[in-house]
């Protein structure tokens, strides 16, 4: 099985929701963060509400936009 190559600036959706499904929706990728000691990689991710979030790759799909703001800050 091969993953998918998950880079800064691409938008990713949860796979699957947090317990209060407050996670939900498209997310910007900012930052790639060390892989776990389990081998999983992780990203720091930006919601359209401003909120930060760590996410594991098992966590998030790749959606098939770009961010709008990708490359300006």
Do not use: C, W
Not at 5 to 13: A, S
Not at 23 to 50: C, I, L, N
């Amino acid at each position: 099985m091969t993953e998918r190559i998950i880079k800064v600036g691409d938008i990713v959706n949860l796979s699957f929701g947090f317990a209060d499904r407050s996670g939900e929706g498209d997310y910007e990728v900012f930052r790639v963060m060390p892989v776990r000691e389990s081998g999983e990689r992780q990203y720091r991710v930006r919601g359209a509400d401003g909120h930060e979030r760590a996410i594991g790759h098992d966590q998030i799909v790749l959606s098939t936009t770009k961010s709008p703001a990708s490359g300006s800050r």
